[in-house]
């Protein structure tokens, strides 16, 4: 039994997605395989369409003072990161801002305004740019604004590891909390779709070129490309012993976290680094692979890159037996935020004791069993690989 001051415990979630800043309405949707939702918000005007945050108003939660220039990015981890420590019922006011801490995980925040700036630079001259935009230049701007608001002074990191960001801004905020850098650490994924990260995934070949409706099947050699989405999801974690002095409500465990790298792009290489990946995390939580009830995928709906993973699962797991669920056919491919999207599915799954219906299951749907172990998965194009394992409290 690990001592209480190295457990790393979950006591908030927070959400803006397709659904708004409506947590029940988004696990819902995940539960039962539903994208109506999401598929009816999409712009029948844009190609490609992508899965955008509807029904958010910024300012009903972060009041109207200072969001002139806020990006959607930083506006959405803004609003995410409040609703989770209102949840975990954390007052700002009265929290020790010197042992609050925020890491945030983004690859894509910045994007828009470094290329406009390299835009008005060269066609008009750098006399010509924003200040007031200068701060949106770079990807730490959502976690810099969020800092401010929250008055964090512990550490402020930004993660932008392609795939794997949201699992190993979890994984560093685990090592922080376990070294007693801060007490509670807010960690929050986020990112936003506009022109220019559209630009960037068809010049990466990531986006259906025709066929846009088979776009995000995931493990599915059919599918186009990505669906692109955007949203955020933030979590507030602390060390068990904090969480049980205060009486906080304690909705799961990170128990372990790892991180490989595949340097050849070989997809047998890849699928065993995939495999290593895994099989250290399991390690780590002195678990087996059999102990697994559940593995909440990162699969994407890129056919080269979502046959490397399931290669690697079929391998080391019976899925007969072990559910496996990717939820980006519902959500999108939110980039930065996917790790936080899916520890929020594993959280509810744990909580609710209940497998999505979509999951890969023996044919069957919505199996209600008594989930203690959750595994997340994440792999890039680029060889990054990371793992995660998620556990009821016990």
């Not at 376990?178 to 506009?194: F, I, L, Q, R």
């Not at 999801?233 to 602390?238: D, P, Q, Y």
């Not at 997809?267 to 390690?283: A, H, P, S, Y």
Request: aromatic content about 8%.
């Amino acid at each position: 039994m690990k001592n209480s001051e190295n457990r790393i415990v979950v006591t908030g979630v927070g959400t803006v997605s397709a659904y708004g800043t409506d947590d029940k309405a988004l696990w819902k949707a995940i539960r039962d395989g539903d994208s109506s939702l999401c598929h009816k918000n999409l712009n029948q005007l844009e190609s490609p369409q992508a899965v955008r945050v509807n029904n958010f108003r910024a300012s009903e939660l972060l009041g109207k003072k200072g969001l002139r220039f806020m990006h959607p990015s930083s506006l959405f981890l803004s609003a995410a990161s409040i609703l989770a420590l209102r949840d975990a019922s954390i007052d700002v006011g009265t929290i020790d801002a010197d042992k609050l801490g925020i890491v945030v995980s983004t690859n894509f925040a910045g994007f828009k305004m470094s290329a406009q700036y390299d835009q008005t630079t060269i066609t008009e001259g750098p006399r010509y740019v924003s200040p007031m935009e200068s701060p949106n230049t770079i990807a730490n701007s959502p976690a810099s604004y969020l800092a401010i608001r929250i008055q964090s002074r512990a550490f402020n990191t930004t993660i932008s590891s392609g795939s794997c960001a949201g699992l190993d801004a979890l994984g560093y905020a685990m090592s922080m909390l376990k070294n007693k850098k801060a007490d509670t650490v807010v960690v929050g994924g986020t990112e936003e779709w506009n022109d220019e990260i559209n630009w960037y995934y068809k010049k990466a070949g990531l986006l259906p070129k025709k066929h846009f409706e088979q776009a995000g099947k995931i493990f599915d050699l059919q599918s186009s490309g990505v669906l692109p989405g955007e949203g955020s999801v933030a979590v507030v974690l602390e060390r068990l012993d904090v969480a049980l002095k205060r009486g906080a409500n304690i909705m799961g465990e990170l128990d372990s976290w790892n991180s490989c790298f595949a340097s050849s792009a070989n997809k047998d290489t890849r699928i065993r680094g995939f495999i290593r990946c895994m099989d250290n995390v399991i390690q780590k939580s002195n678990i087996t692979k059999e102990n697994v009830d559940f593995i909440v995928s990162g699969a994407n709906g890129l056919p080269e890159q979502d046959e490397i993973e399931l290669a690697a699962l079929n391998k080391m797991f019976d899925y007969n037996q072990t559910p496996i669920f990717g939820l980006k056919r519902i959500i999108g491919e939110t980039s930065g935020a996917n790790g936080l999207f899916q520890l929020f599915t594993s959280l509810h799954a744990i909580q609710n004791g209940v497998i999505p219906s979509s999951a890969i299951y023996n044919n069957s749907h919505n199996q209600r069993k008594n989930i203690d172990n959750v595994l997340l998965t994440a792999n890039d194009i680029f060889g990054g690989i990371s793992s995660m394992i998620v556990k009821k409290l016990i």
